[in-house]
């Protein structure tokens, strides 16, 4: 059957070298015949990862912010967002009113205040509001500075002081993308624009009815559907839809959904219709 075209001594040579009691061992034959290299014993690897993995003990940080001013910024558009009296948090470990409180309580204060810190952020606030006592952290002075996008603090001792109002950057708009996917986009949403202003389409509606919780965002799978009902989503190719992700993406709940609000308004301002008025 193997068509070997070995002769009878031949024959019985393999026979003699691979046949045992049970009978012929045709494994070691075919290792013989056309030998393959050894298989890695992934085991041992395998633990060592799953060791290596359990001794950091922490999960990576998502999305983490490395400098303080991106840092205090996040946490004032939260505040700003969501009116979260930070004081109210933070005062109830400070029974004295000595204006400082203990590190680990000034983590479960951020904590009480849903902001949603990472563990490197943290220690950047810890570091930054330092108290003259290593283990303690001065949070009046952090509680004025997020407070200080409402109101001035003394501002009765300076009444000529010209204040400026904190306006929170939309967070789509923070989203960095590559000259060549800017390109891509504008192309692709100038397509969109023309079908748009040349059918006079209501694109709200649609969205609004995925939106049940009104906040301005539906999921990505959402969005391509609504695309595709409204019939311009044959205009988009894949490649642009992963751009359109990544322009209008925003974080809600740890999930990456898309700003269709943002979406929309720039589809109408391109098309130049009245505001939300087709």
Known sequence: MLELHATEKEMA????KFCNDTGFNYVAFLEEL???????????KRLETLRSVNQTGKLPELNATFDLESLLNKIKTKVCKERVRVLEFMRDYDKLRTGRMLKTSFRRALDLCTFELGESEVAMLEDMYQSGNPNFVDYLRFSDEVES????????????????????VEEWKQNELSPEMEEMITRCMERLTEKVRKHRMQLFPLFEDYDRVH????????FRRVLSEL???????????????QKFDVKIGGKDDMNYIAFCDLIYEMARF????P
């Open 231 to 245: 019939d311009i989503g044959s205009l988009v190719n894949e490649q642009e839809f992963q751009g359109l992700y």
């Open 215 to 222: 906040n301005g965002t539906v999921s990505r799978t959402q």
């Open 274 to 277: 009245e505001m939300r008025k």
């Open 149 to 168: 996008i409402f109101t001035t603090k003394d501002l009765e001792k300076a009444p000529l002081l010209k204040v400026t109002q904190f306006k929170p």
């Open 13 to 16: 040579s393999i026979e003699a």
């Open 34 to 44: 056309m030998p393959r290299d050894p298989q890695p014993f992934m085991y041992e």
